[in-house]
């Protein structure tokens, strides 16, 4: 009896006698791990009936779009009877309609419309595009004025600085004959100036100043200063000199 108390008790384990099913149950009670091919897999979501419809829908509204633009692509047969209708008031394939010719040769395009927006409102594609082209041209044109003002502040400071430059050859022009103290003497007793600490404003010249000054040389010693030359009489410079400034030389 104890040689038979110390076997093996097939009855202890009653899972042994129990199906599948109740056996894992059993076990995830018991609090042990569940086997992984016990797990149930999940099944994949589907699609909901409304999002079915609103696939098909589109799906519908698609073919039809492409079998209407493959029915305008293709040329109306000869045997339509508009076509043979046309050929009897002597309409040519490939020319515009009219009698002298001057009608259509290319029929009215058609437009597919699937929102319900009015006739002539812009879609969010049209109204995106339109935006995009609006802004491009805002900047191009903001492009072209920048070039414009570049190119006259250009024109401007040329202008300056070649009024500065005739203005100080005439005003050397009118020391020598004057016989008093040339240009070089100035920037000597400017540069004696400035090692004495003393600052010298900047002068500015302007076109009047130009032009009185070359007046002078006309006027009372029959000089331009364009030609280089003294005239003996006014006479002889104004017939001889084209004009006061250098545009007319």
Same mark, same amino acid.
């Given at each position: 009896?104890?040689?038979?108390?110390?076997?093996?008790?097939?009855? @202890?384990?009653?899972?042994?006698?129990?199906?599948?099913?109740?056996?894992?149950?059993?076990?995830?009670?018991?609090?042990?791990?569940?086997?992984?091919?016990?797990?149930?897999?999940?099944?994949?979501?589907?699609?909901?009936?409304? %999002?079915?419809?609103?696939?098909?829908? *589109?799906?519908?509204?698609?073919?039809?779009? !492409?079998?209407?633009?493959?029915?305008?692509? +293709? +040329?109306? #047969?000869?045997?339509?009877?508009?076509?043979?209708?046309?050929? /009897?008031?002597?309409?040519?394939?490939?020319?515009?309609?009219?009698? $002298? @010719?001057?009608?259509?040769?290319? #029929?009215?395009?058609?437009?597919?419309?699937?929102?319900?927006?009015?006739? @002539?409102? =812009?879609?969010?594609?049209?109204?995106?595009?339109?935006?995009?082209?609006?802004?491009?041209?805002?900047?191009?044109?903001? =492009?072209?004025?920048?070039?414009?003002?570049?190119?006259?502040? /250009?024109?401007? /400071?040329?202008? =300056?600085?070649?009024?500065?430059?005739?203005?100080?050859?005439?005003?050397?022009?009118?020391? /020598?004959? %004057?016989?008093?103290?040339?240009?070089?003497?100035?920037?000597?007793?400017?540069?004696?100036?400035? *090692? +004495? @600490? !003393? $600052?010298?404003?900047?002068?500015?010249?302007? !076109?009047?100043?130009?032009?009185?000054?070359?007046?002078?040389?006309?006027?009372?010693?029959?000089?331009?200063?364009?030609?280089?030359?003294?005239? *003996?009489?006014? !006479?002889?410079?104004?017939? +001889?000199?084209?004009?006061?400034? $250098?545009?007319?030389?």
């Amino acid at each position: 009896m104890a040689a038979a108390g110390e076997e093996d008790d097939y009855m @202890g384990d009653l899972s042994l006698f129990l199906p599948a099913e109740v056996s894992s149950s059993a076990k995830k009670v018991n609090g042990t791990k569940e086997l992984p091919s016990a797990r149930k897999t999940k099944r994949p979501k589907t699609l909901s009936w409304q %999002e079915r419809r609103k696939f098909e829908k *589109e799906r519908k509204q698609r073919e039809e779009d !492409e079998y209407t633009k493959s029915r305008l692509e +293709a +040329a109306i #047969p000869e045997t339509n009877l508009g076509f043979r209708m046309l050929r /009897q008031m002597g309409y040519k394939p490939g020319t515009a309609l009219g009698k $002298e @010719g001057i009608g259509r040769a290319e #029929p009215v395009g058609l437009e597919i419309r699937r929102s319900r927006a009015g006739i @002539g409102r =812009e879609t969010p594609e049209d109204a995106a595009a339109r935006i995009e082209r609006e802004v491009s041209e805002r900047l191009r044109r903001t =492009e072209e004025e920048m070039v414009v003002e570049f190119g006259s502040r /250009q024109r401007t /400071q040329w202008r =300056e600085k070649r009024v500065v430059g005739d203005y100080r050859k005439a005003d050397a022009a009118l020391a /020598q004959l %004057e016989k008093r103290e040339t240009v070089e003497v100035k920037k000597e007793e400017g540069n004696e100036k400035e *090692e +004495a @600490g !003393e $600052e010298e404003e900047e002068e500015v010249i302007t !076109e009047e100043d130009l032009h009185e000054l070359l007046m002078k040389l006309r006027d009372g010693h029959f000089y331009c200063l364009y030609c280089g030359f003294q005239y *003996e009489s006014m !006479e002889a410079l104004e017939s +001889a000199c084209p004009g006061v400034y $250098e545009e007319n030389h």
